[in-house]
């Protein structure tokens, strides 16, 4: 059984999501999906204990020899990465329920549950995968998935923010496939690993450049990476509460992951950084992203979309992580893989319980609630500070490695703009805490009661982990640590 | 110089097919056109792989005697399960459509942005600055 | 008896665990305030227990967890540190009393927030004081801006808000955006941010870069209210009076001069900052925030604000002081962290005693109360003559071991400096006093009230014979101040 576990990571979600489908009920498809995220944290830390070694596993998927067949490789990185999706349906998941009730009408929930195992079973598989095309597949699996997600919204504009991001991730996802394609055409591999050693000698080749120029502007389309953003924000204000939570914790970093697995995985440093200097682009994209996202961040009257422009802003510390091209920067990127998805999944969790409760989740029908959900607004505070990067939570510790890079490098203004961008963070987060602490409920909106405890228990969840890996940090910093010298191997 | 220009010319017909695509996607404000110029444009990337799968002087790839070379099957099965990727997402984009025109009465984009921005500015108006 | 090293994180755990106290018994307002006393003897204790393991030169180290691969948080015992939770262990009684009756008499909201938001100011406190590296000592100091925010916005009003904005927006710049960089610098560039004798820096940094740091680290902590820093102290005051009280003298304020203190002596190095270029900057802007802010509490009317610049004046005396960067003004500034804490507290005391019982703010209504609030007044005299530095009162000491430094270093600009804010913190003290017990009253004046109520009287007449008893027997902070920076 063991030695499947690879192959299981993917299946189980894939074949429950037609399983509970068939059955059409939606308590059953409830509990089944439940059951599979936590069998699939399971696996995944399983998976993660096998390799943390520094070995990898190799799986051949139905005994077809790599690079015939597809091949699933668990390494350290994507182990890391499965735990973290994994980890955030697990908490999610039992979430989901009383949260759909007072979103999505009953009808539909069999196929929410569906279409979130699907979701589910797309961005494990893309992560774990060592096959380029399959890796097309499993992203385009994913995407659909999400894009029915989203359109689930009870707002319309939830059906035009999904319309465009189908035509966004489209694009996005053509052009990844049209760069395996070139990569296909030059070596005559889709194998990863063998498309990373047939690579090697082929330096300068225009067709190389133009493959990695397609992947990393496909798979920037994926990660909003700045500009190609402008279906994020829409996307996750508007989906279901916890649609929007669960995408802004996973989706992008499994993104943010591809773009690291193709870089170092297949291109390798070298080509990146040497042949491309994609870090000039990283760094540059990085920075506006960080500083423009905050302060539009700042302007919105819905908390939804502006923590919807926070998350740009966090996707471009990532970015800025990797164009850093040092230990310390690869290491906060993985850091904050981890550490973004814990914080923004508390945030969302608590705007979810928030919309639960009072049917919005504005600016207004948040005031004068620190009174009348303290849990809820206890979790939305600490995931903010979070997300300032107040020392003894998670967000200190990717800070920490971000500016120790930047300094390292000697790159003093991206130190600046990284300080510049937390202290804005301080304004927006805090203009909601005033007016949830401060301000009187307007008369007009109803005294609502704390939420129920089934979502308390998941977000509270969230909110332990972000305070226990702030505090011992030494784990997940050790992985990333040791990945991040894995993938950057000789290069300065 | 001229003759490299023919000898590349599959290519150059998916260059062609690809920039229509992508024009008729973001020029065209009809939903329904931007699903069809999206369609274009995957399908460029489609005849790419499809092409190249071709080796010169090579036989259709069922084994049989007396043939040597075959073209390479490989890009052509790739490109069957993009093409069904590519049709579910036609038919997710086509659904979604009929939903905006359920809930907007209309299927120009222009026309829903201004819709959305008017119910925003609606909101802001009602409330307040806050 | 429980052994040294495990005492040492009790220091922080007790009011940790008298916070989740207040927090049960928020029902029953007087076990709650119970709760606050009982736990406040007990931190007393606590840190009266290691006072003589200090004195006898232990070091004991507790290590709380690793957080990053080399980078732990830990508390190490050390004679600056015990000075500053010393001082915030003795006074936290106190203010505890007087909090009690300031509460009650003025009946304030939110009484169980504000308890469990000051013992958690004070946990923080002590993880300053004790912290063994400088991420712990991040850690605390930001803790500490997060847990007196809700204290400064008590009133909750639209005053209190700004103030808070204020507070939070000039604190967390400051330490976010110069000190966390400067604490990652140093860690780049030494290789570990442990507090050493001497310093860490060394060699390893020279010339403008070590300056660019010390500005860095100066200015990041901007609890120390060094000018332009300074505005979040008087905003701050729309707070109750306990809390201004625990801002000026128990925790906020001397957390940022002790850190400074702390950064200069344990980081830096006395005598590797000595060699920076143009660092003697910092000792002149220190000498020009002690004379601008004397000149703007001059022109104060309301009390408490006049107060505050008081305060704003007297924390760049420490940052003076260490920054002479000779041994003999190290030993004063410390000593100064002790006397104006004493001092400082003793006039807030009273500026809330006069509020609650006859609640007047403005230093021009005061005229003639002497005769009916003999020992606030009286309190009020006490604490003034520290700020100013005459005996019979702690703070001649310390302005007299910071003079001697300026001799000693022959820095001129400190030695006038003294002199001018001498003069100058008697000319904004004196009338007040003179008023209080010499001018009659006016004449619209009611003059209905009597003395504050007990609790209050109580802690401000303890902390004015603080200052006496300082004075006459220095020898436990001065034998602290002078093993500052020595390996023992």
Redo the contacts between chains.
């Keep these: 059984m063991s030695m499947h576990l690879p192959a299981l990571q993917v299946i189980i979600p894939l074949l429950l999501a037609a399983v509970i489908f068939l059955f059409n009920n939606a308590r059953i498809a409830y509990i089944v999906s439940v059951a599979a995220s936590w069998l699939c944290l399971a696996i995944a830390i399983q998976l993660l204990l096998l390799v943390n070694d520094g070995s990898v596993i190799e799986y051949a998927f139905g005994g077809w020899e790599p690079p015939w067949g597809i091949a699933y490789n668990v390494d350290q990185l994507n182990a890391f990465v499965l735990v973290i999706v994994s980890g955030i349906a697990a908490i999610m998941f039992p979430f989901s329920w009383r949260s759909i009730q007072a979103e999505i009408p009953a009808s539909l929930h069999v196929l929410f549950y569906t279409a979130l195992l699907l979701c589910l079973a797309g961005l494990l598989g893309m992560t774990i995968t060592g096959d380029a095309f399959n890796f097309f597949v499993l992203l385009e699996i994913s995407s659909l998935a999400t894009y029915t997600l989203i359109s689930l919204g009870k707002d319309r504009r939830s059906l035009s923010a999904a319309f465009q991001y189908l035509i966004m991730g489209t694009i996005g996802g053509t052009f990844i496939l049209l760069g395996v394609g070139l990569l296909y055409t030059l070596t005559g591999t889709l194998n990863m690993a063998d498309l990373a050693e047939r690579i090697g000698p082929l330096q300068a080749s225009r067709t190389l450049q133009a493959a990695f120029a397609f992947l990393v502007v496909g798979i920037g389309l994926k990660l909003a990476m700045f500009p190609l953003h402008l279906w994020l924000p829409g996307a996750y204000a508007t989906a279901p509460s916890v649609v929007s939570a669960f995408l802004a914790a996973t989706a992008t970093k499994v993104a943010v992951y591809a773009l690291l697995r193709f870089m170092f995985g297949v291109f390798g440093a070298d080509f990146a950084y040497g042949e491309m200097h994609v870090e000039l682009m990283l760094v540059s994209l990085a920075l506006v992203s960080v500083l423009f996202a905050s302060l539009i961040a700042l302007l919105q009257r819905g908390v939804k979309r502006m923590l919807a422009y926070s998350s740009l802003a966090q996707i471009g510390y990532m970015l800025l992580g990797i164009g850093l091209a040092n230990v310390s920067g690869l290491t906060a990127t993985l850091l904050h893989l981890f550490n973004h998805a814990l914080m923004k999944g508390v945030l969302f969790l608590a705007l979810a319980m928030v919309f639960y409760r009072t049917g919005g989740s504005s600016m207004r029908h948040m005031s004068g609630l620190g009174r009348q959900m303290p849990w809820t607004m206890a979790a939305f505070v600490v995931g903010g500070l979070s997300l300032i990067g107040v020392p003894l939570t998670v967000g200190f510790i990717s800070k920490w490695y971000l500016i120790l890079a930047s300094i390292e490098r000697g790159w003093w203004p991206v130190t600046a703009v990284i300080l510049v961008a937390s202290l804005i963070a301080v304004m927006y987060i805090w203009r909601v805490v005033e007016v949830a602490y401060f301000k009187e409920r307007p008369a007009d909106l109803p005294t609502v009661s704390e939420a129920p405890l089934s979502l308390l228990l998941p977000t509270w969840t969230l909110v332990a982990a972000n305070i226990y890996f702030g505090i011992n940090a030494s784990v997940t910093t050790g992985i990333a640590q040791n990945v991040a010298q894995t993938l950057l191997g000789g290069v300065q | 110089m001229m003759l490299d220009f023919f000898d590349l010319y599959n290519y150059w017909v998916v260059i062609f097919l690809m920039m229509a695509g992508f024009y008729t996607l973001i020029a065209y404000d009809n939903l329904i056109k931007k699903i069809i110029g999206l369609n274009i444009f995957q399908s460029a990337v489609f005849m790419l792989y499809i092409s190249v799968g071709k080796v010169s002087g090579g036989s259709e790839p069922i084994a049989a005697d007396n043939i040597e070379l075959y073209s390479n099957p490989l890009p052509h099965v790739l490109i069957l399960t993009a093409i069904v990727v590519g049709v579910a997402t036609t038919a997710l984009g086509l659904a979604l459509t009929i939903r905006i025109k359920e809930a907007y009465g209309t299927i120009n984009e222009n026309d829903i942005v201004q819709m959305n921005r008017d119910a925003e500015a609606e909101k802001a108006q009602e409330w307040g600055r806050e | 008896m429980i052994p040294l090293d495990q005492l040492l994180p009790l220091a922080v755990f007790v009011p940790l665990l008298g916070a989740v106290g207040i927090w049960l018994f928020g029902y029953a307002p007087n076990i709650r305030e119970g709760a606050t006393l009982l736990t406040s003897l007990v931190l007393l204790l606590v840190v009266g227990g290691l006072l003589p393991a200090v004195l006898a030169g232990e070091r004991p180290t507790w290590l709380l967890?690793?957080?990053?691969?080399g980078l732990e948080?830990k508390f190490v015992l050390e004679p600056l540190g015990m000075l500053f939770a010393g001082v915030a262990a003795l006074l936290w009684p106190v203010a505890s009393l007087y909090s009690i009756g300031y509460m009650r008499g003025n009946n304030e909201q939110h009484q169980t927030r504000f308890y469990l938001f000051f013992a958690i100011a004070i946990a923080a406190s002590m993880g300053i004081a004790f912290a063994g590296n400088l991420?712990t000592l991040?850690?605390f100091y930001?803790?500490l801006t997060?847990s007196t925010y809700p204290l400064v916005?008590h009133k909750?009003n639209a005053d209190a808000?700004k103030a808070?904005?204020v507070y939070?927006?000039i604190l967390?710049?400051t330490s976010?955006?110069l000190l966390?960089?400067a604490i990652?610098?140093t860690?780049?560039v030494a290789g570990t941010t442990d507090f050493a004798a001497g310093g860490i820096i060394a060699d390893k940094l020279g010339g403008p870069m070590l300056t660019v740091l010390g500005f860095l680290f100066i200015y990041g902590i901007g609890k120390a209210a060094l000018m332009p820093m300074q505005r979040w102290l008087p905003a701050a005051m729309v707070a109750p009076t306990p809390v201004s009280a625990l801002l000026h003298a128990v925790a906020v304020v001397k957390a940022g001069v002790f850190s400074v203190v702390k950064v200069v002596v344990y980081i830096l190095g006395v005598d590797t900052l000595a060699a920076a270029p143009g660092i003697e900057w910092l000792l002149y802007i220190a000498g020009f925030t002690i004379v601008a802010a004397s000149t703007i509490a001059l022109r104060q009317d309301n009390l408490k604000r006049r107060l505050a610049y008081s305060t704003i004046s007297q924390l760049s005396y420490v940052i003076m002081a260490a920054m002479i960067l000779a041994p003999i003004s190290i030993v004063g500034a410390a000593l100064h962290i002790v006397a104006h804490a004493f001092g400082k507290i003793t006039l807030f005391f009273a500026a809330g005693a006069i509020y609650t019982a006859a609640h007047k703010t403005k230093v021009s209504e005061l005229n003639g109360i002497g005769h009916r609030m003999p020992w606030t007044m009286g309190a009020f005299t006490i604490g003034a003559l520290s700020m100013i530095g005459v005996p019979p009162a702690v703070g001649f000491i310390s302005k007299w071991y910071i003079l001697m430094g300026a001799f000693q270093a022959e820095q001129r600009v400190a030695v006038a400096v003294i002199i001018l804010s001498t003069l100058l913190n008697a000319a904004y003290f004196m009338p007040i006093i003179y008023a209080a017990f010499f001018k009659a009253p006016a004449p619209g004046d009611q003059q209905v009230h009597g003395e504050a109520p007990l609790p209050i009287v109580l802690a401000l007449s303890v902390t004015a014979a603080a200052t006496l008893i300082l004075f006459l027997f220095p020898e436990v902070p001065f034998a602290l101040a002078q093993a500052i920076g020595v390996q023992p």
């Design positions: 967890v690793e957080m990053l691969p948080l991420i991040f850690v930001e803790i997060l916005t909750g808000l808070g904005r939070m927006g967390l710049a976010v955006g966390l960089p990652i610098w860690w780049q």
